[in-house]
């Protein structure tokens, strides 16, 4: 599971912070909707999720009308 939170696109570029399962400090997903690029800034301690941050980026790269907040789940 990852919570996204404070998403927000200006241009083609999309913000937003994010938190991995379990953890309480964000992490941030800086996506590129024209280049199909991200980068990911994660959580001290938590930089073997990157799974959730790719989850988050296909949620990005899907969607064209962005809430404001997102949890996504797998399984």
Known sequence: MVELRN???KGDIVRCDFYPE?????????YSRGEKDSVV???EGYE?????ANHAVKFFRNTKQLPSEKI???Y
């Open 7 to 9: 998403i927000r696109e």
């Open 22 to 30: 379990d953890c309480t400090t964000p992490g941030t997903i800086v």
């Open 41 to 43: 800034v994660y959580p």
């Open 48 to 52: 073997w999720c990157k799974s959730h």
């Open 72 to 74: 996504i789940m797998w």
